[in-house]
């Protein structure tokens, strides 16, 4: 079983199929970009 079932949808109805997705201010970062998250957070 899933930790967050409600997530794992929320993901596959956005198209995404794998993990990690980041999602900030509605924009996505897949995978782990850590350069990119916190360019997105403004840090």
Do not use: C
């Not at 949808?9 to 916190?38: H, N």
């Amino acid at each position: 079983m899933r930790e967050d079932e409600a997530a794992l949808k929320e993901l596959l109805a956005l198209g995404y199929q794998s993990t990690p997705v980041t999602l900030i201010d509605g924009q996505a970062v897949v995978g782990f970009d850590q350069a990119k998250i916190e360019e997105m957070l403004g840090l």
